[in-house]
């Protein structure tokens, strides 16, 4: 069967401004399994989209966005995905192209930063999460999708992580992520111009989006829903901000399509994967 690429990406070439890449992955899940099955359901709902963006007023009609299809991955193999994850993008910056990951579990995104921060030391990563996923352990384990920022921390150190919009964790994660305990509600959807101002102009930033940053009513189909989440409105901010900096790469994680049988999660997320890319592309 042909890759269904997503909405008018191009088909494998020599390059692109930015390559789309799936992991379908989620063999550390522990609550709602499913996610492997997200990068599918991205592209298949990205072609009820628009090219044009009515909130960043720009279009991916003739933009050189390719989509390279889906990695190929043992299931449970977490370290095999990894490495997988990391050469890819190894290939993606030597190729100039920014890298976009469709998720599959969170736990790929450490795949990435460990290959990012070979090209970029001072990388900033601004982790959209309703989850800390800063557990040093969970289930015996040092690496699954509730240890992926603490993984990443460990990298680029947890000054260099912008979180927005946690809101569950265990009180002593939280503490070691560096967020007040009780979470302050104002704390959910943070002032964006606030958060701004933490970044050094010209700082290379990566944002990894789990899905399930939004609220459950409007992102239902995710593996851990948690309510009090953010409106459509307030990621549209985060994402015209971001047409203004240093901008390297995404990714979107966490959909979990076969908890919403009326198929808007999807659409959601492909809505996403199509504002974040022309917020990507210069």
């Known amino acids: 069967m042909a890759l269904t690429r ?109 290959s990012l921060i070979k090209a970029y030391p001072d990388l900033m990563v601004i982790h959209l999460d309703a989850h800390a996923d800063f557990k040093d352990e969970y289930l015996g384990s040092k690496i699954n999708h509730a240890t992926v920022m603490k993984r990443v921390a460990d990298l680029i150190s947890n000054d260099r992580i912008i979180k927005i919009g946690v809101r569950s964790g265990t009180k002593d994660e939280l503490v070691d992520a560096g ?36 609220d459950p009513s409007l992102v239902p189909g995710v593996g851990n829903p948690e309510p009090y989440g953010l409106t459509w409105r307030e990621f549209i901010q985060i994402t015209r901000v971001l047409t203004y900096h240093n901008f390297v790469g995404f990714d979107v994680m966490e959909l979990t399509p076969k908890y919403d049988s009326t198929g808007v999660s999807a659409v959601v997320a492909a809505s996403v994967v199509r504002d974040l890319t022309l917020s990507l592309l210069t």
Do not use: C
């Not at 088909?11 to 996610?35: L, W």
């Not at 991205?42 to 989209?49: D, K, M, N, T, V």
């Not at 964006?192 to 700082?203: A, F, L, T």
């Open 179 to 214: 967020m007040d305990v009780p979470i302050p509600l104002d704390s959910i959807r943070q002032h964006w111009d606030n958060i701004v101002n933490k970044i050094p102009e010209g700082n290379p930033i990566y944002v990894s989006l789990d899905l399930d940053v939004f």
């Open 6 to 114: 997503f909405l008018n990406a191009l088909p494998v070439g020599d390059r692109g401004e930015a390559a789309i890449v799936g992991v379908p992955f989620d063999g550390t899940a522990s609550y709602r399994p499913g996610a492997r099955f997200g990068p599918s359901a991205i592209r298949a709902a990205s072609h009820s989209l628009e090219t044009y963006s009515s909130f960043i007023n720009k279009d991916l009609q003739g933009r050189d966005v390719i989509d390279l299809g889906d990695l190929e991955l043992a299931p449970g193999d977490v370290d095999g995905m990894l490495k997988r994850v990391e050469a890819k993008t190894d290939e993606l910056i030597e190729r100039d192209m920014r890298p976009i990951f469709l998720g599959g579990e969170h736990t790929g995104t450490l795949g990435v930063v460990r």
